[in-house]
């Protein structure tokens, strides 16, 4: 029996070679088909819910320039102490109200302010100028940043299940992150790879332009895309029964002090201004290093007060640190540090920091703003291309594209659709504390 001859091996090895770069571009399909699904179904509202999460992360700052109150005319100038701020506060109060909480901003351009609850949970602000505590003005409790918060968080359903809705499309981004570095080879060529454009062409009709548009900003905002992704699944977790128990130290504070009430669960007197900054300067020397950003006061006798802020831990909200208080006496009851945290409590910690951009200050929540944007975007280029990508199988050069989008949503867009209707009517409802 004779080897075969070369042209024989030659023409073989042209068939393996054949072979398998059909099996490679038939995997690469796949993934692409999968990539485009994700992108596209859901398009609509993926859009709108990163749209509202891109604004939150600024919406403090939006609120600012619409609430003159909130600006603080002295930057340099140290704050006013918690209890300054509290005696003021409580002149602006009328018959029935309390303050639930003082919070101090990190920011020097922002003025303190108090969170006020009235008979039938009404709520409002009062703020307080952050460099004499005295009252600058007062605000409604519903703000740009409650809106965009609540609707991004929950479509305002209210129960888990709008955080379950919301938190499930972390699931769509990842697959859809994975999927487009499939099938984009050699992707970190494309980092600073200009859109190409065609003459004569609008470029939301230029499908060379949009998907070259939609590769780039998709390539530059991985970083954040990781981020929300991860923690979105981490919010489906918590609100499935797997969030972080609270610290052992306010369960043993609120434990110790609900013996001490009687009766239990009267109303709480009001805490006065000097024992409170008893309490602040207690909890300093409890924690040191600490800078308070919020106390919270009780609404019933069997509450402490709580003196929180940051210190030493990273990327954590500011109940990590906290001390707890006999509202009565001003008795520290328990303390806790971020750095006492298990691991199951800092991953929960981290999760806002991370996810909201608040972590490094106004430069962070800048950066999440423009790469949200992008986000954003991508949402919106990726159905675009979708719709385009048809126009030319028909060869039409100007199309009607929402038509064409819609239709390649096929039944998932009434579920969109759906989402965003029963977000408007139950808006109006939550936000007026009817929910």
Sequence with gaps: MTGAGPAE???????????????????RSLWWRVHAWAGLKLSLLLAVILFTGTLATVSNEIDWLLRPPMRATSTDAPPASFGTMLGRAQTALSRDERIDRLILPEDSWQNARALVRGPGDQRRFIYLDRATGDVAGEGSWITI???LRDMHRRLFIPTDWGIRIVSAFAILLLVSLVTGLVTYKRFWRGLFRRPRTQAETALVHDRRFMGDLHRLLGLWSIPLLVVISLTGLWYLVEASGGAAPKPRAEQEARAQLAARAEPA??????????????????AKAQIPGLEVREVHLPGMSDQPVAVMGQASASLVRNRANAVWFDPASGEPLAAVRG???????RIAEAADPLHFGTFGGLATRILYFLLGLALTFLAVSGALVHALRLAAADREAYPALAPRILAGMGAWRYLSVAGLVIA????????????
């Design 9 to 27: 091996n030659a023409q073989s090895l042209r068939l393996a070679h054949a072979h398998r770069s059909s099996g490679a571009a038939k995997r």
């Design 145 to 147: 940043q409650r809106v």
């Design 265 to 282: 669960a009267a109303p709480a007197g009001p805490v006065s201004p000097d024992l409170l900054d008893q309490m602040v300067a207690e």
């Design 339 to 345: 750095e006492a945290l298990n691991a199951h409590q």
């Design 424 to 435: 408007l009517v139950l808006a109006p409802l939550s936000l007026s504390g009817r929910l």
